[in-house]
C-alpha cells in the first residue's frame, strides 16, 4: 500500500522515510495507565503470592516497598521476596572476611522483608560465583522446582534493559521458572530499577505519606548499602516525580480520583510494566526472555505441562 506521504506531492520524500515510519507501526497504541491493584485483584490468593525476584538484598525496597507492604500487611496476602543472588561483593565493611559479609547481606534482606511483611527466601544460587551469572544445573532445579511449588500468581522482576548484568539474568531465571513450571496465568510485572528505568510503563500504584516513610525504613535496613549509596531520599523523590508526570504519559488519565479520598491520598507512585505476549515486540527484541518465555507458555500450553509434570 502506498504511503499517505507519497500520495500527497511530499517535496523531500525520499524511499527511505517508509522504512522509517513503519518501525512505529505495530508498536503499540498511546495506552492508558492502569492502576496495577486492578491487576493484582484476580490474581492473588492466599494460594498464589505476590512475588518479588531481588537480584540483590536491597532491590525490593528501592523497586516495590510500598506495594509489597500494601498487600502483606494491609491486605494480608502471601507476599514473597527471593533473594536471587546472596553474596559478599560491595558491603562496605572491609574488616569482615566474605562468609560474614554474605551473613550481613542476608541479615539485611529478612531485616527489610520482616518491615515490610513479607516472606524471606534466599535462593543461594552457584551463579553468583559463576562467569556472567551463569547458573549451574543445581540452580535450574532448584527455581524450576521452587516456581512449581510456590505458583507466583503476581511476579515482579528487573527490566530487559536493566544495565546490571545481575538483574538482566533473573529475568532470564524468572523466565525459566515460568515455563519450567508452565505457568500460563501467573502475571509478569517489570519493576522499575536504579539500573534501568522501565521502557514502556503502563502501571501505578499510589502511596501515601505512611507508606513513602515504610519504604524508607525498609532501605535503611540495608546500612551495608546505604553506606555505599542511600537511595532514600532518592527513591521519594521518583516516587513524588512519577506521581507528577503520570497523568501527562497517560494523556489525561487521572489519578486524582484515589486523591480526594482521605483513606487514598498519596504522596507518590511507584511505576510497573504488565508484561504481556506481543509477536511483534518478541521478534523486533528477541534478546527479552520474558517474551519468549510468554510466548512459548502462549503457543505451548501442552509442552508447558508436560515439562511441568516431569519435574
Known sequence: MDSPFMNSRCAHWQAPFEDLLRTVQGSGSHGQLLDIRDALRPILRPDRPLVMLCPHADDGAITAACLLHEYAVRRG?????????AGERNVAAPWLNDKKKVSVREAEFRLECNVLG???????????????????????????EWFVARKPGALIIPPATDAHLAHRMTRALAAIGLVGAGLTDTLVLTGWTPWGPLPRPNAYFTYDGEAERTK????????SQVLLTDYTEFCSHLGRAYAALAREWAEGHSLSGRAHRTEDRFVGVELFQVETYDPARAEANPSDPIQLALGMLHNCTAAGDRVAATV
Open 77 to 85: 496476602l502471601p507476599v514473597v521476596e527471593v533473594l536471587v543472588f
Open 118 to 144: 513479607a516472606e524471606a527466601v534466599c535462593w543461594d544460587l552457584d551463579a553468583y560465583r559463576n562467569l556472567g551469572y551463569q547458573p549451574s544445573p543445581a540452580d535450574i532445579d532448584k527455581i524450576v
Open 216 to 223: 524508607e525504613w525498609a532501605i535503611h535496613c540495608h546500612a
